[in-house]
């Protein structure tokens, strides 16, 4: 199982970015999906996340900017950030609960990490 994300980049402040995880690999099915974030010298903490069938939770800090969503027919989540802030940025990784055959129990996989940078 490989979790691929992609989107980040350089964005004024104000500005928006969509970030993109596919999930691919042999799997029975996937659960809870999410993108948390780490800014330099600080721990990794959670964004946002999105159950299966599609109900959402976020920080205190991007709710109403940010949106997280999933395609369950592409194996593939969603961050769409509106009205980015400097302290918005940070590494972002997706984070997905897969479960790999029907007789395992569900583990949790990461991708890579994707660099959102906010400045102007």
């Known amino acids: 199982v490989q979790l691929q994300a992609s989107g980040g980049g350089l964005v004024q402040p104000g500005g928006s970015l969509r970030l993109s995880c596919a999930v691919s690999?042999?799997?029975?099915?996937?659960?809870?999906m999410g993108w948390y974030r780490q800014a330099p010298g600080k721990q990794r903490d959670v964004v946002a996340a999105?159950?299966?069938?599609?109900?959402?939770t976020y920080a205190g800090s991007v709710k109403g900017r940010f949106t997280i969503s999933r395609d369950n027919a592409k194996n593939t989540v969603y961050l769409q950030m509106n009205s980015l802030k400097p302290e918005d940025t940070a590494v972002y990784y997706c984070?997905?609960?897969?479960?790999?055959?029907?007789?395992?129990?569900?583990?949790?996989?990461w991708g890579q990490g994707t660099l959102v940078t906010v400045s102007s």
């Open positions: 984070n997905a609960q897969v479960q790999r055959t029907w007789a395992e129990t569900r583990r949790n996989y």
């Open positions: 690999g042999s799997f029975f099915s996937i659960n809870d």
């Open positions: 999105i159950t299966r069938g599609g109900t959402t």
